[in-house]
């Protein structure tokens, strides 16, 4: 041992200690090499069972304020199609009533969802500017915060671009309900497990449109692929000015809405 | 290599056998505790994605209604129903379309359906079709006098309401509303060519309301009866009650 020690007192030679760090960071990459990352593009051959291959589409949902009547049928249906508890404050889509008065003032409600439509209101003597309904449903953001915060992976992004959520794993945590900053999601309260709108996942795959798209009796909702050059989205983006809901939170929403007005948030 | 094990200090190889037996219980543990096919295609169970899709489906799909109800489809494709599916009145059909004759579906005859849509909100759009429906003709269903398949715009009145419309109003608030102009006012020529000339009839006796409204075993519509004979006998029935609103207090 004494040999190593030069005039100083160190005991290990600048070579050593050289060769030993980079022995001890190569092995940094040990990991990765006994367990090979699984190709990416591995989910691009994924088919389900009735032939559907996820990869190959990316779903979208256009809403026209104009033409929402304020009717509340997609929220029946929506119900209907997905055994959502028929009682209030569960809901995956729901429509709101803004008003905003003279005094620039404004006011947003959505009695029971608007499952029974709405009523017309006193207004306390105030004089209404604008008024007009605004369809709110789960964004599928491209950068989901609700699939960043789940703790056990329940919630994920498929390769078409939905947003799901598997009933079997969830843990019931609502870390999820807080995230979301739509207020899109609810703890379902037969089950115990985070819930949400799936664009009607299960009648998508088998080319149906959403419950709440097929009902709409005005076609306030245009449900298509974005990616795809020709679909009823790529119209409604080409004709309409488009915008998302709370755009500055980089969460980039797949549902798209025309005639936006800037006091909807 | 015994020679290294040797030169490592005693308190760590001890140390490193009970590192060794933690890392091999959590692989245990993990290998039971995770699914197989979590992270197959991301973080998340695969297997997840084909049990959502196995949810059964309600709503069947207006192309699905159109196969057996061509008819029908036919008369709302060219009406301004066209857009709205069969499935927003008539309820989910996957169900009818499985059993046809077993499982019906209903078709909403109240008046209460269709305002959903149609009753004045000042919230919806400019140019919607929308109506007050306290004050439009609040005695009648709405598929009395719209083809929900196939409904039109308003027309211009051609019958007795054209001129009379105040009284049309009025009367639209009655039960009175049900009996044609023509059961109490009769015309003796052609009163629409020359109004001033041929002045349609009006009832005369009592006897007249009373062919209704008098006491009889055959009432069978609810229809308020009183005795003729002894009900203010010195009157006639409009001096009291006016015929095209006897509701009214």
């Known amino acids: 041992?004494?040999?190593?020690?030069?005039?100083?007192?160190?005991?290990?030679?600048?070579?050593?200690?050289?060769?030993?760090?980079?022995?001890?960071?190569?092995?940094?990459?040990?990991?990765?090499?006994?367990?090979?990352?699984?190709?990416?593009?591995?989910?691009?051959?994924?088919?389900?069972?009735?032939?559907?291959?996820?990869?190959?589409?990316?779903?979208?949902?256009?809403?026209?304020?104009?033409?929402?009547?304020?009717?509340?049928?997609?929220?029946?249906?929506?119900?209907?199609?997905?055994?959502?508890?028929?009682?209030?404050?569960?809901?995956?889509?729901?429509?709101?009533?803004?008003?905003?008065?003279?005094?620039?003032?404004?006011?947003?409600?959505?009695?029971?969802?608007?499952?029974?439509?709405?009523?017309?209101?006193?207004?306390?003597?105030?004089?209404?500017?604008?008024?007009?309904?605004?369809?709110?449903?789960?964004?599928?953001?491209?950068?989901?915060?609700?699939?960043?915060?789940?703790?056990?992976?329940?919630?994920?992004?498929?390769?078409?671009?939905?947003?799901?959520?598997?009933?079997?794993?969830?843990?019931?945590?609502?870390?999820?309900?807080?995230?979301?900053?739509?207020?899109?999601?609810?703890?379902?309260?037969?089950?115990?497990?985070?819930?949400?709108?799936?664009?009607?996942?299960?009648?998508?795959?088998?080319?149906?449109?959403?419950?709440?798209?097929?009902?709409?009796?005005?076609?306030?909702?245009?449900?298509?692929?974005?990616?795809?050059?020709?679909?009823?989205?790529?119209?409604?983006?080409?004709?309409n000015k488009i915008n998302v809901l709370k755009p500055f939170l980089n969460t980039e929403p797949k549902v798209m809405y025309a005639n936006f007005d800037m006091e909807v948030k | 290599m015994k020679v290294l094990w040797k030169r490592i200090p005693e308190q760590l190889r001890r140390l490193s056998i009970l590192v060794l037996l933690l890392i091999v219980l959590f692989v245990m543990i993990r290998t039971l505790l995770v699914p197989r096919d979590f992270g197959k295609y991301g973080h998340y169970r695969a297997s997840a994605v084909d049990e959502i899709v196995s949810q059964s489906i309600h709503y069947a799909g207006r192309e699905a209604c159109e196969e057996c109800h061509d008819d029908i489809a036919g008369v709302k494709s060219s009406g301004f129903h066209r857009n709205v599916a069969c499935e927003v009145c008539h309820g989910p059909g996957a169900a009818h379309m499985e059993d046809p004759s077993g499982v019906q579906l209903t078709a909403p005859r109240e008046r209460g359906y269709c305002p959903l849509c149609h009753e004045y909100l000042t919230s919806r759009p400019t140019g919607f079709p929308q109506i007050v429906s306290d004050l439009h003709n609040p005695m009648k269903p709405c598929i009395a006098c719209h083809e929900p398949h196939d409904p039109k715009p308003p027309v211009t009145p051609k019958g007795c309401e054209a001129c009379h419309a105040a009284i049309a109003r009025t009367l639209s608030l009655s039960h009175h509303v049900y009996l044609p102009c023509t059961r109490c006012h009769q015309d003796p020529g052609s009163h629409k060519i020359s109004p001033r000339e041929f002045t349609p009839t009006k009832p005369t006796t009592r006897e007249f309301c009373g062919e209704c409204h008098a006491r009889n075993d055959e009432n069978t519509k609810g229809i308020p009866q009183i005795e003729l004979v002894n009900h203010y006998s010195r009157y006639v029935c409009w001096q009291c009650h006016y015929p095209h609103l006897p509701e009214a207090q």
Request: proline content about 7%; some cysteine; charged content about 25%.
């Open chain 1, 1 to 239: 041992m004494k040999s190593l020690k030069n005039e100083k007192g160190n005991c290990t030679p600048r070579r050593t200690f050289l060769k030993n760090l980079v022995l001890s960071c190569s092995s940094l990459f040990l990991p990765r090499l006994i367990f090979p990352q699984e190709k990416k593009n591995e989910a691009g051959s994924w088919m389900l069972e009735n032939g559907y291959v996820p990869s190959e589409h990316n779903w979208g949902m256009g809403i026209d304020i104009n033409k929402c009547i304020g009717c509340g049928r997609c929220v029946n249906a929506c119900k209907t199609e997905n055994n959502v508890p028929k009682v209030p404050f569960y809901f995956r889509t729901w429509v709101e009533r803004y008003r905003i008065f003279e005094d620039r003032d404004s006011t947003v409600d959505s009695p029971n969802g608007a499952i029974d439509g709405f009523h017309e209101m006193k207004e306390d003597g105030k004089n209404v500017v604008r008024s007009f309904f605004v369809p709110k449903i789960c964004n599928q953001c491209d950068n989901p915060p609700c699939v960043q915060v789940c703790p056990v992976g329940a919630t994920f992004k498929t390769p078409d671009g939905v947003i799901l959520v598997d009933a079997d794993y969830c843990i019931g945590c609502r870390y999820c309900i807080q995230a979301c900053p739509y207020g899109a999601r609810y703890l379902n309260p037969e089950t115990r497990t985070a819930d949400k709108c799936t664009f009607c996942y299960h009648r998508v795959v088998k080319g149906l449109a959403p419950a709440c798209v097929e009902t709409c009796p005005t076609q306030a909702r245009i449900f298509g692929e974005i990616d795809k050059k020709a679909s009823p989205l790529i119209r409604f983006k080409r004709i």
